[in-house]
T-cell receptor, first 113, second 113 residues
Framework: QKEVEQNSGPLSVPEGAIASLNCTYS??????FFWYRQYSGKSPELIMF????GDKEDGRFTAQLNKASQYVSLLIRDSQPSDSATYLC?????????????FGKGTKLSVIP | EPEVTQTPSHQVTQMGQEVILRCVPI?????FYWYRQILGQKVEFLVS????????KSEIFDDQFSVERPDGSNFTLKIRSTKLEDSAMYFC???????????FGQGTRLTVV
């Protein structure tokens, strides 16, 4: 059973601060890792993906992956009120023709003006 | 920017009725997926579709469900004899390959009464 765990939050940060969102996964065969943002009542919107150990930066967002610890994180710098949403971690195993995403329950982020 | 489109945005149906949810994936994508999200719960994988056949399905995707690509653009999810517990947001997604990022449509909210 592939599990993806996230702290449900809410995580509250002041505007301009760094928000740190964390995710752990159970299957060591997992190969691809994704962060989606979901506003209430809306669909998941892809923010970043990461495949290799280390950091990947895109604008205000940095994804960090540590496969040995089965841990992936998302840092949001200079947080804005518009970043307030639920952030979903998704993991893809990609073994034996499996391409499905396994999602965590999401962390609700609230950026306080 | 290309996007996945879903229709209808909201569907209300009576228990026991059949519904068809429609999706137009991004045009050059080869892999198509259906996910669902029951209110307040995590996004769950239903089925993936590649080369005009189901490539993977979850335990949720039982005989009540079927998928079809009736032409070169549409991808449908049929739910036969709907039950109250089928009420959820249903998301269609597509990806260029099985290992790259998946993009989600805006979803169809299915309400079974």
């Amino acid at each position: 059973q592939k599990e993806v765990e996230q702290n449900s939050g809410p995580l509250s940060v002041p505007e301009g601060a760094i928000a740190s969102l964390n995710c752990t996964y159970s299957d060591r065969g997992s190969q691809s890792f994704f962060w989606y943002r979901q506003y209430s009542g809306k669909s998941p919107e892809l923010i970043m993906f990461i495949y290799s150990n280390g950091d990947k930066e895109d604008g205000r967002f940095t994804a960090q992956l540590n496969k040995a610890s089965q841990y992936v994180s998302l840092l949001i710098r200079d947080s804005q009120p518009s970043d307030s949403a639920t952030y979903l971690c998704a993991v893809r195993y990609s073994g034996a023709g499996s391409y499905q995403l396994t999602f965590g329950k999401g962390t609700k982020l609230s950026v306080i003006p | 920017e290309p996007e996945v489109t879903q229709t209808p945005s909201h569907q209300v149906t009576q228990m026991g009725q059949e519904v068809i949810l429609r999706c137009v994936p991004i045009s050059n994508h080869l892999y198509f997926y259906w996910y669902r999200q029951i209110l307040g719960q995590k996004v769950e994988f239903l089925v993936s579709f590649y080369n005009n056949e189901i490539s993977e399905k979850s335990e949720i995707f039982d005989d009540q469900f079927s998928v079809e690509r009736p032409d070169g653009s549409n991808f449908t999810l049929k739910i036969r004899s709907t039950k109250l517990e089928d009420s959820a947001m249903y998301f269609c997604a597509s990806s260029p390959t099985g290992t790259t990022e998946a993009f989600f449509g805006q979803g169809t909210r299915l309400t079974v009464v």
